[in-house]
Structures are given as structure tokens and as C-alpha cells.
């Protein structure tokens, strides 16, 4: 392949990857402006007045979402379940699922999973239900969040009790005998551990933008290398081929014979 060939060979594929790369560093910083916008919508909300757990009957969960709301709710703990797996400080535990009734019966027979807190368990599922239990009447401030989205697999740890392995709503209407909300309560408090058999309120999601900038500067930078690398590969070609070319050896003298 001659060098001039080489050259635009080279260009054209630094010049795909180049594009390539920018789309993508552009691509992330829209990702960040977007989650910059939901960011703003969940500071409003929560900033909102709270509600009351009856306000939240038959309202979009899309809408209610990261509301606060005032929990007034008598405990189940007779069917709480925990969510296995979970740490908080580095230390292995399970966060408590309690289903919680409203006082004023607004949401009749139906519970709403309330995560009341985080438990130490060396082993992650585990733990004393019986000392974490707190009053029979829950008085709390509380997040509203949502069930996670499906995941393939049993929603239940078949050697863990009480322990879940996903918290899917249908199973766990199932195993705690009683129909569900369509969300789920974080309580929020303190959530420095004092006690390891008592339960530590599970600090709520951090707002952030998350890494979509330091994304889209890599993006960037590997858009900047492929360039620079370009520009450094033509002009090593174009050196060599400048170089000083080859003399022809000179005819020697034909002598005469005199």
C-alpha cells in the first residue's frame, strides 16, 4: 500500500471514530441534562408539604413519587419479611419489610410495604425479627418510592425464611396474606446504627448528576486521541517521503587505447 493511500486509509478510520465518539460524549451530556431535570422534580417534591398516607389512596405513584408523606399505620410485624442481601456502611444486613395500615382505615384491607429500617446479618438474611420490632402504632415521616421492576428469577430465598431475594409485589401480597399498595414507604430518621439487633432508618437516594459528564469527557478525550494520533501518523509519512532520494551511480570512463 503506497503512503498517500496509507494516509487517507488511516484518516478515514480516525475520522469514523472521531465522529463516533463525539455523538457519544453528546449523547451523555443529554443524559446529564436530563438528569438534571429529574433531579429538580424530586428536590420540588420533597420539598412539598408532606401527605397523609389517605391522600395517597388512588393517586398515580408517577406522580406521588419521593413525596414525603406522615405515616400513621399500625405494624404487621406478625408477617414482615426482609430484604435480603442489602449493606449500608460496608457492613452485610437486611432491610425490614413491614406491611403497615393506616389508623383512620382510609386504605381498608389493603397494606403498604413500609422498608423500616436496615438490620446487621453477618450472613445477609438472618436476623431476630422479634428485638427489632418497635411500637404496634408506627409514627414517621416516610419516602414515597415504588416497587422494582421484574427480574427473572424466584422473588423468594427458598433457604432464608423470611428472606426475599427480589421484592416483587405479587409475592409478597402472597406471603404476607393480604393485598398490597402499588408503593412502598422508606421510613426516614437516623441512620447511624447504635443497636446491631435494633433497626437503622436506610438513607434515602443521593441526588446527583451522576456520571454522565465524567462520561461525556472521556468521550472527548478519546475523540482528541484519535485525532492527534492521526495528525501525528501523516506527518510521519510525509517525513519519510521527503527523505533524500537514492543517487544513480555514475557511468565510469570508457578509457581509449591509444
Known amino acids: 500500500m503506497s503512503g498517500r ?40 417534591r420533597g420539598a ?18 419521593w413525596r414525603r408523606v406522615r405515616v400513621e399505620g399500625v405494624a404487621d410485624y406478625a408477617n414482615e419479611m426482609v430484604h435480603a442481601t442489602r449493606s449500608q456502611n460496608g457492613s452485610p444486613g437486611v432491610h425490614l419489610l413491614t406491611p403497615i395500615r393506616p389508623i ?11 422498608i423500616r429500617g436496615y438490620l446487621y446479618a453477618p450472613d445477609g438474611r438472618t436476623v431476630d425479627l422479634d428485638k427489632a420490632r418497635e411500637s404496634d402504632t408506627l409514627r414517621l415521616e416516610a419516602l414515597v418510592t415504588s416497587f422494582p421492576p421484574p427480574r427473572p428469577g424466584m422473588a423468594r430465598m427458598v433457604s432464608g425464611g423470611r428472606a426475599m431475594r427480589l421484592m416483587d409485589r405479587d409475592t409478597l401480597a402472597l406471603l404476607m396474606q393480604q393485598p398490597l399498595g402499588p408503593m412502598v414507604l422508606l421510613a ?71
Not at 215 to 229: C, D, E, I, P, S
Request: charged share 15%; with cysteine; net charge positive.
Open 104 to 114: 383512620d382505615g382510609s386504605w381498608g384491607d389493603t397494606a403498604i410495604v413500609l
Open 5 to 44: 493511500r496509507s494516509v487517507w486509509m488511516f484518516g478515514l478510520l480516525s475520522a469514523v471514530a472521531i465522529a463516533v465518539c463525539v455523538r457519544l460524549g453528546f449523547w451523555q451530556l443529554r443524559r446529564l441534562e436530563e438528569r438534571r431535570a429529574q433531579n429538580a422534580i424530586v428536590e420540588g
Open 48 to 65: 412539598a408539604p408532606p401527605l397523609t398516607l389517605a391522600e395517597l389512596q388512588g393517586q398515580d405513584t408517577s406522580v406521588t413519587h
Open 188 to 258: 426516614l430518621g437516623d441512620t447511624i446504627m447504635t443497636d446491631i439487633v435494633r433497626p437503622t432508618r436506610v438513607p434515602p437516594p443521593a441526588i446527583t448528576d451522576g456520571p454522565h459528564l465524567s462520561y461525556a469527557l472521556q468521550w472527548f478525550g478519546f475523540a482528541t486521541v484519535f485525532a492527534v494520533g492521526f495528525v501525528v501518523f501523516a506527518r510521519g509519512r510525509k517525513r519519510r517521503g521527503a527523505g533524500p532520494k537514492a543517487q544513480a551511480p555514475a557511468t565510469p570512463m570508457s578509457s581509449h587505447t591509444p
